[in-house]
Structure formats: C-alpha cells, structure tokens
C-alpha cells in the first residue's frame, strides 16, 4: 500500500507557472511508473505525464515543452513543473504509482488557470 499526498496546486494566471509535488509514503524505487493525471468535470482522467523506473519521460502533446516531470528518490517525491499555463490547463491533477497491476491515487490538487 502506498498513500500518495499532492501539494501545490493553485490559482495562477495565463502565461504563469506551478509546481505541483507528489509524496510517497514509501519508496517510489520499485514504482514501474509515476504518473500524473489531470480531469476536469464532465471529462474523462487525462494522463499527462509519466516517468518510468528507468527515468524515461512521456508526455501528452498537449504539454510538450511546457511540462516537466523529475522525482526525488531520496525524498520519496515526483514532481510536474507546470509553465507558460493556459485556462485549458486548469484540471484537479492526481498523483499515480503503478507497480505490476496495482495503482495508487492521490486525493488530487486543483489548478486554476485564470486572469
């Protein structure tokens, strides 16, 4: 079992940045994947950005070249550095641990995006 907490979400106008946080309340070393999601109300979950065990990094087009995804392995944390944001990327954005078939969510953090 894994308890994933998000942090930094936020009201922020167009053009600004974020950076949302992501803690384990364990290792994320044997963590397949660590995931952000986003989703907006009436819409399908999003998957924004992954990072593997192995350090690769996917991103949806839609955030390409603004989004970053990094992990702290020492300090259990993933985190999405969110820039030059717009109002379509105003969602509530979930923290994911996967490993095999099993998948851990966090209760999410809002980002607003408004001026």
């Known amino acids: 079992q894994v308890q994933l907490v998000e942090s930094g979400g936020g009201l922020v106008q167009p053009g600004g940045s974020l950076r949302l946080s992501c803690a384990a309340s364990?290792?994320?070393?044997?963590?397949?994947?660590m995931s952000w999601y986003r989703q907006d109300p009436g819409k399908q979950r999003e998957l924004v950005a992954t990072?593997?065990?192995?350090?690769?990094?996917n991103y949806t087009d839609s955030v390409k070249g603004r989004f970053t995804i990094s992990r702290d392995k020492t300090k259990n944390t993933v985190h999405l550095q969110m820039n030059s944001l717009t109002p379509d990327d105003t969602a509530l954005y979930y923290c994911?641990?996967?490993?095999?078939?099993?998948?851990?969510w966090g209760q999410g953090t809002q980002v607003t995006v408004s001026s």
């Open positions: 364990r290792s994320i070393f044997g963590m397949d994947t």
């Open positions: 994911n641990a996967r490993r095999g078939l099993y998948n851990y």
């Open positions: 990072i593997t065990s192995g350090g690769s990094t």
